[in-house]
């Protein structure tokens, strides 16, 4: 086992840590309206040397989420048409990190206004994922927003089309929420997680939030 995976201790160090293996060819296979499919051919360990093989990884742009909690611990959720899977998910407001240069948490904050109507007073990271690992380099993070207050109409300067048309907001009490999470209710990764997270950091007084400016490693 390599050295960089124990404490000084000797004990495990359970900490996801960054590595590429060597990519000896690329191609592009196709570029879409939000990302791109590329094909690396990675040298990857086969007994004792190694072998070339093909992996397909989805290029994206990276996103970020809303976990809304009000002064009556409820949670804000949006329903949403997902048209690959043929639903209508209760989701929390989310979005495309799509503006350069532009801080994560106003990233949230913009996404909070345009799909839910709302902001928020404070702000803090609540948790960081790589939404599917496996195929596809998205990295999203969730922010925890508290202090929430309706925008008034006047103020909104957007125009709401296409999935965003239709998609009312429902609040909805933390505790019932995670009961609907773990009853299969509300399928949403953003949503699943951002609940888990904010009733684990509930649990334990908000105490351990990081800043909303956190790096993103």
Known sequence: MSDNVREASGVMRIRDTPERWEVVD???????????????????????????????????????????????????????????????LWEVPAGLRDVDGEPLWETAAREFAEEAGHRAERWHTLVDTFTSPG???????????????????????????????????AWVPLDEAVAKVLGGDLRNPTAVVGILAAYAARAGGFRDLRPADALDA
């Open 135 to 169: 195929m596809g380099d998205e990295r999203q993070r969730v922010f925890l927003a508290r202090g929430i207050s309706e925008i008034p109409e006047g103020e909104l300067d957007f125009e709401r089309v296409h999935e965003e048309a239709d998609m009312p907001v």
């Open 26 to 88: 690329r191609q592009e296979l196709c570029a879409g309206h939000v990302f791109r499919v590329r094909r690396d051919l990675v040298r990857m360990p086969k007994g004792d040397g190694t072998e070339v093989v093909a992996r397909d990884v989805v290029e994206h742009p990276g996103s970020v989420g809303v976990l809304a909690l009000d002064d009556e611990d409820r949670v804000l959720l949006v329903r949403q048409y997902r048209h690959p899977i043929g639903y209508r």
